[in-house]
């Protein structure tokens, strides 16, 4: 019997009575008549040769549509499983279960769009390594080593690095969509290897990637949601069309929390992000989304700082629905200043008793020699498919969480 010629939700389509080919798995049994299941459908086939139907088994089938079955139906046993189906903690039903195949489907619309986005805006895509010799210094990101690696080499954290060296090579627009690995990050939000999509835009500042981001947000859910920009979010509807509303961190915490932002920080960081966390981000992007912007210089070491005022950085953080989706800046381009940061970086690490990595040279070296000024973001695709869907957690939109890795 040759290849399947149809998915089975094409085959559903044919103009009766015509002749179809079509693969699956049987997922019912009643007597000679099998329903059988591929991506796209299902559809009940009956069988008139003497194959047995097996429960679970893939086949191929070949018959005649009738407007609503497979009839007269010769059926090839491909490959019966060797214990009873469905298993309960199988793939079958693991995939099948709660709409993850669909989201799957979706998820799959979804970069399509992303990639559509920014080819119509002429960013060129780009590759960079997932093994560097620095994964960046942020005191809140640990990464993972490669064990055996000679010079010593980790995994991404953000390929933020490389993909300014590419800025220094000449290419005015870039972006990518790839892996990215944080250690201690599992949660409802949060996995240990994710998708981020990073884009970088030169002669540009944070007010044109906020413009992208927004933009690229209402295509990927238009894209899935029958042109409509809103999405179900984690409860709570949110149109995400822009343009989005925007408030200054010192704003959020007099509104949220009633707060002055300053007074904040002369208790330490520690005690910033905890009112953040606690007080503030359950509140931001409720039925709209928003971008907060102007950071402490402090929690932005790759950020320019605002000339009209250096003790805040020109970097902004997009909520939709109480969730952080993005992470943006206007980029750091002097060399100086950029070396500097990132000793004192090391230093915060040391002092946390973390562990300290290397200062990428290369990308010091791309700023030497000269990077254009610069706005770049770095988006978590897979929170933004969470939102867009109504995802309650992150494991529900990735084809395989980490917890069923063993």
């Known amino acids: 019997m040759s290849t399947p010629r149809y998915p089975i939700e094409i085959a559903l389509r044919l103009r009766p009575p015509a002749p179809a080919k079509i693969g699956g798995r049987v997922i019912h049994v009643d007597g000679p ?9 299902s559809v009940w086939v009956d069988v008139a040769d003497e194959v047995s139907p097996v429960l679970g088994a893939w086949v191929t089938v070949e018959g005649t549509f009738d407007g609503t079955r497979i009839a007269q139906a010769s059926c090839r046993l491909l490959n019966p499983p060797r214990v009873p189906f469905p298993k309960a903690s199988g793939e079958w039903l693991f995939f099948q279960s709660e ?9 799959a619309v979804m970069r399509r769009a992303v990639r559509e986005h920014f080819d119509r805006r002429a960013f060129l895509e780009v590759e960079t390594p997932s093994m560097v010799p620095s994964p960046g210094l942020d005191l809140h990101l640990d990464a993972f080593p490669i064990a055996g690696a000679d010079p010593a080499r980790w995994l991404i954290t953000s390929p933020e690095y490389q993909m300014k060296r590419i800025l220094a090579g000449g290419a005015p627009r870039i972006y990518q969509m790839c892996r990215c690995f944080r250690r201690g990050e599992l949660g409802e939000r949060h996995e240990p290897e994710f998708t981020m999509i990073e884009w970088y835009r ?22 899935v949601l029958d042109g409509s920009t809103v999405i179900p979010a984690r409860g709570t509807p949110v149109d995400v069309a822009p343009p989005w509303d925007r408030l200054t961190v010192a704003e959020a915490f007099t509104r949220y929390a009633g707060l002055d932002v300053d007074a904040v920080l002369a208790s330490g960081e520690e005690t910033f992000f905890r009112i953040l966390v606690d007080q503030i981000e359950p509140q931001l992007g409720r039925f709209r989304p928003v971008f907060v912007t102007d950071w402490p210089a402090s929690m932005a070491s790759l950020a320019r700082l605002d000339p009209r005022n250096p003790k805040v950085a020109q970097r ?25 940061r990132l ?6 690490r040391r002092a946390a008793g973390l562990p300290v990595y290397p200062i990428d040279e290369a990308f010091l070296g791309a700023l030497e020699e000269g990077l254009p000024p610069s706005g770049g973001n770095a988006l978590g695709f897979d929170r ?23």
Do not use: W
């Not at 709409?99 to 998820?107: A, N, V, Y």
């Not at 030169?202 to 894209?223: I, K, N, P, W």
């Not at 902004?316 to 500097?340: H, I, K, S, T, W």
């Open 343 to 348: 000793e004192r970086d090391q230093q915060a």
């Open 316 to 340: 902004f953080e997009a909520y939709v629905d109480g969730m952080e989706l993005c992470n943006g800046f206007a980029e750091l381009v002097d060399p100086v200043e950029q070396r500097d």
């Open 202 to 223: 030169a002669f540009s500042g944070a007010d044109e990637v906020m413009r992208d981001t927004e933009q690229l947000v209402a295509h990927v859910a238009q894209s």
């Open 99 to 107: 709409g993850r195949l669909e989201r799957l489907k979706k998820r």
């Open 384 to 406: 933004l498919v969470m939102l867009v869907l109504g995802a309650p957690r992150i494991e529900d939109v990735v084809a395989i969480p980490s917890r069923r890795l063993d």
């Open 33 to 41: 008549a099998v329903l059988v299941r591929d991506v796209s459908g």
